[in-house]
């Protein structure tokens, strides 16, 4: 019996003010509420409905999406997320799914939203695990998939509750992905059937190029100069930069020839990422209105961190130097650069322990990231050493998202 389900649509019209103008949450507020983009049933022509959370989600599935598009052109997608930031991510994916933010999960805006799409597959990223929406799919006739899912060790007994309080969601699931045993196991020790669950891999090495965002865009390089060295510290979290932006302003004044490109994991930090630089001194440019003065850059507009690893000497990642557990490592390694990250990567253990050794340096504190950056950046000869190893690691990590859209177009009907 579910517990929880009836209170749901009591507190949505409280909670939905809050919601709807969160910076982090903002979009088409007419798709909260249900009204989805319409498709029209046609059985020559099923309708996937994907859905991820946030930017970095949309990047993951979209080599899937991609995979699937290209071995069936006549399937349609639709593709819904939970951020601003997710949304404008998919926004530049648009010409693989339709892109949407996702309904409200309460009964009235997964029903309407259902009625509108009629998917024949719901495919869930991460663990995207929305009970309503769920259930919704599985009364309209849709298959249900989880597809790069990961689960971790501490939100197990956290998800049993919430699963036995709404229904037991996890019983509608015809397949899940996984990217590791453990994963997989701990989704078993949630309550999912074993015989439904497959270890596939991460999808994080196959993400593609970033579309752009537009015209106009000045590349790292461009904006740095052709002698410069270029150090990219991406997704930095709010918990991380006191660690982190000391020691760039600490080699920034070692090293005339460096210039550092900050992307904050949320564009809100820009300010005070800004303010930091300030006033140790350093002039600061915000990509947004492009200037090739200043040696620190502040990335304060989405989709740019694809780009900048491209033209990048060496790479900070964020994630791993506070609570987080680590950000997508692969990212940086996959453009040939060598990537610095923290300790804390349990969200990212597998690209972790991929990279060790591998051109990724894991550094511990302030003086372990201010000690190997230094060393990278006096030694032009290493960073390209480190940075083929980094690029052979990821290619050999490729691939799982065209096995994974296998198996999703075969539980969708479309293929044997």
């Not at 909260?32 to 020559?44: K, M, Q, S, T």
């Not at 059937?193 to 790292?220: F, M």
Request: proline residues 8%.
């Amino acid at each position: 019996m579910s517990l929880l389900r009836p209170v749901i649509p009591l507190a949505l019209p409280l909670l939905r003010p809050f919601l709807e103008n969160s910076p982090r949450l903002r979009g088409p507020v007419e798709h909260r509420r249900g009204e989805l983009p319409v498709f029209a049933p046609d059985p020559d022509s099923p309708v996937i409905w994907f859905h991820a959370a946030s930017a970095g989600d949309v990047r993951a599935i979209a080599p899937t999406i991609q995979a699937m598009r290209e071995r069936h052109p006549n399937l349609r997608a639709l593709l819904t997320v939970m951020t601003s930031s997710g949304y404008e991510m998919a926004l530049r994916h648009s010409s693989l799914a339709v892109p949407a933010m996702a309904p409200w999960d309460a009964p009235a805006p997964v029903r309407l939203a259902m009625a509108r799409v009629r998917p024949a597959l719901l495919v869930l990223e991460y663990l995207e695990l929305w009970p309503e929406l769920m259930h919704a799919a599985a009364r309209c006739g849709a298959r249900l998939a989880l597809t790069d899912g990961r689960v971790s060790g501490r939100n197990v007994e956290r998800y049993r509750w919430l699963f036995r309080v709404t229904g037991g969601p996890l019983k509608h699931l015809n397949l899940a992905l996984m990217r590791t045993p453990g994963d997989a196991e701990r989704l078993i020790a949630m309550g999912m059937d074993p015989a439904r669950v497959r270890v596939t891999g991460s999808t994080k090495a196959d993400v593609l190029d970033e579309p752009p965002g537009g015209t106009g865009i000045i590349s790292a390089r461009e904006l740095a100069g052709p002698r410069a060295v270029i150090l990219v510290a991406g997704s930095i979290h709010a918990d991380e930069e006191s660690l982190v932006l000391p020691v760039l302003a600490r080699l920034l004044k070692r090293h005339p020839a460096l210039v550092v490109f900050i992307a904050p994991r949320y564009l809100e930090r820009t300010e005070t990422i800004k303010n930091y630089f300030r006033s140790a001194g350093f002039p600061v440019g915000l990509l947004s209105r492009p200037d090739k003065g200043p040696r620190v850059q502040v990335a304060d507009v989405w989709g740019r961190l694809l780009g900048l690893y491209a033209t990048a000497d060496l790479a900070v990642a964020g994630g791993g130097f506070g609570s987080r557990g680590g950000q997508n490592i692969l990212e940086a390694a996959r453009a040939g650069v060598p990537v610095l990250f923290g300790p804390h990567m349990r969200n990212f253990e597998a690209e972790a322990a991929k990279l060790r050794g591998r051109g990724g340096l894991e550094v511990r504190g302030a003086a372990g990231l201010e000690e190997q950056a230094e060393r990278l950046i006096r030694d032009s000869a290493l960073r390209s050493e480190l940075g083929a190893r980094a690029r052979a690691a990821v290619e050999e990590l490729r691939g799982v998202s065209a096995a994974n859209a296998r198996l999703l177009a075969g539980l969708a009907g479309v293929e044997k």
